[in-house]
């Protein structure tokens, strides 16, 4: 059996590609060490901010702890900013509005790659040019379009936006993985009997999990602090969602900031949790059909 010898020649080389190795790694740790504080100092400096009393906010010292941890700031945020109101208004929108994106998106990302028919490109072309349309640009006409349709002022008119601008994005993540899909699995489907409905409910969809978890994962991050809309379509208090709450602790001669950085990071929390204990899954729902074979 033949045995690798490194001569002298060769072994200053490989110290040096060791060494330029070692360095490439270093500022690749370094990199990323400087995006991670970019990324954790402000959700770290938001919970000191909210733990303070008004004179040590204003002050100016952003970067001190509070003398006494001001824990009843939650307490008023809760309670004062109508926490659990307009948490469960927040919830309802972006339940409803996931469940839909996820039953559109899904249904049309299976006719565009499933379905061999000569409109699939341009169907999705479409769709594709939903994602350039801005959201501001379309406020005035929804209002309009919304008042004669008599649902202005409720949760219906946050929900149809919400579906029609989150679904492009979902349709473009479901249809890059379904492409890689065998069709195989289908022809012996079909020669089973099955029909398209029963496919596409017991053979698609639960090996679309992946890519289906991160669209519900992204569109909960994209809707939940959604202000513009809100802001439009819903004057009714009962029925504002949780952005809103902040304004709770402005009035006309005083403002709460230790109050409003708790309610800023209460209403941060879900998403916060629910993105960590579900990071892998985007990741792997995101690069899900990336690679074929």
């Not at 003398?67 to 339940?95: D, F, M, P």
């Not at 439009?232 to 009962?238: L, P």
């Not at 709450?245 to 709460?256: H, K």
Request: net charge positive; with cysteine; glycine share 6%.
């Amino acid at each position: 059996m033949s045995q690798s010898v490194i001569t002298p020649a060769a072994k200053p080389v490989i110290a040096k590609r060791l060494r330029s190795y070692s360095i490439k790694k270093t500022i690749v740790f370094i990199l990323f060490g400087i995006l991670l504080v970019t990324q954790l100092y402000p959700l770290l400096w938001l919970l000191i901010y909210s733990l303070k009393t008004n004179e040590e906010i204003l002050s100016g010292s952003f970067f001190a702890f509070p003398a006494i941890w001001q824990w009843e700031n939650y307490t008023n945020a809760a309670a004062g900013g109508k926490y659990w109101s307009y948490l469960s208004n927040s919830l309802l929108v972006t339940s409803i509005t996931m469940v839909g994106v996820i039953f559109l998106s899904s249904l049309v990302a299976f006719a565009i790659t499933r379905f061999r028919w000569k409109y699939g490109q341009a169907v999705m072309l479409v769709f594709l040019l939903g994602m350039m349309i801005p959201m501001q640009g379309t406020l005035l006409p929804l209002m309009v379009i919304f008042k004669n349709m008599g649902i202005l002022n409720t949760h219906l008119s946050l929900i149809l936006p919400y579906i029609a601008f989150q679904t492009p994005i979902a349709v473009f993540i479901l249809s890059g993985f379904m492409k890689t899909i065998p069709h195989e699995i289908e022809e012996s489907a079909i020669m089973d009997g099955a029909g398209v409905f029963r496919i596409f409910r017991s053979m698609i969809l639960p090996v679309s999990i992946p890519p289906i978890m991160t669209v519900c994962i992204l569109t909960f991050i994209n809707i939940w602090n959604e202000y513009i809309m809100a802001a439009t379509f819903i004057s009714s208090e009962k029925l504002k969602t949780l952005p809103f709450g902040v304004y709770s602790f402005v009035s006309q001669y005083s403002v709460n900031y230790g109050a409003i950085g708790a309610f800023l990071v209460l209403g941060a929390l879900p998403v916060i949790v629910i993105y960590f204990l579900l990071a892998e899954k985007i990741t792997k729902g995101m690069v899900a059909g990336a690679v074929k074979g």
